[in-house]
């Protein structure tokens, strides 16, 4: 059964640092990797995907790796701004089946101005 | 605009009053997607389809039916709501093509079951 774990729940960073969010998975079969950001009470905006076959992902400051082998996925974001803060959550499909969908519970970035 | 647009936004109703949540894309994707998001619980998938006339349970479909008469629609329908059910609801959509499979959301829907 595929579990999604994201740790830590949430996390404060003073504006202008480098940090890096994870995610974890205990299904190593996994077609893909989703990242998304949520703003409050708003839907989810894709950030990046990342294919089985692929080890890393990147869109501006946004850097998304994947180590199937191990079960772990992780979000860099550099420089730090403000408008990062939002919750980040990562999403990979359950059994190697791209139609169900298992999403973690989420990291709740705060940036310090 | 590419989207997929939900409605209501937002939706007070009482126990047993049935209702509908629209959902519609405008991208042709094949597969659309229900899901409900709870504080603790998180993102979790109710049903979804992979085209027209083919749908499937999710992890939570007790309470609800869904059908897709047609690509761009994909409603979800609270034949007799209860309290439990009340909760914030997205729809998402993506293609079926192997490398672009990137799920597009919804704005959402705040239901409140009285």
């Known amino acids: 059964k595929q579990e999604v774990t994201q740790i830590p729940a949430a996390l404060s960073v003073p504006e202008g640092e480098n940090l890096v969010l994870n995610c974890s998975f205990t299904d190593s079969a996994i077609y893909n990797l989703q990242w998304f950001r949520q703003d409050p009470g708003k839907g989810l905006t894709s950030l990046l995907l990342i294919q089985s076959s692929q080890r890393e992902q990147t869109s501006g400051r946004l850097n998304a790796s994947l180590d199937k082998s191990s079960g772990r996925s992780t979000l860099y974001i550099a420089a730090s701004q403000p408008g990062d803060s939002a919750t980040y959550l990562c999403a990979v499909p359950k059994m190697n089946r791209d139609d169900k969908i298992i999403f973690g519970k989420g990291t709740r970035l705060h940036i310090l101005p | 605009e590419a989207q997929v647009t939900q409605n209501p936004r937002y939706l007070i109703t009482v126990t047993g009053k049935k209702l509908t949540v629209t959902c519609s894309q405008n991208?042709?994707?094949?597969?659309m997607s229900w899901y409900r998001q709870d504080p603790g619980l998180g993102l979790r998938q109710i049903y979804y389809?992979?085209?027209?006339?083919?749908?499937d349970k999710g992890d939570v479909p007790e309470g609800y039916k869904v059908s897709r008469k047609e690509k761009r629609n994909f409603p979800l329908i609270l034949e007799s709501p209860s309290p439990n059910q009340t909760s914030l609801y997205f729809c998402?959509?993506?293609?079926?093509?192997?490398?672009?499979?990137?799920?597009?959301f919804g704005a959402g829907s705040r239901l409140t079951v009285l």
């Open positions: 998402a959509s993506k293609p079926i093509i192997s490398g672009a499979n990137v799920l597009t």
């Open positions: 389809s992979m085209n027209v006339e083919v749908t």
């Open positions: 991208m042709n994707h094949e597969y």
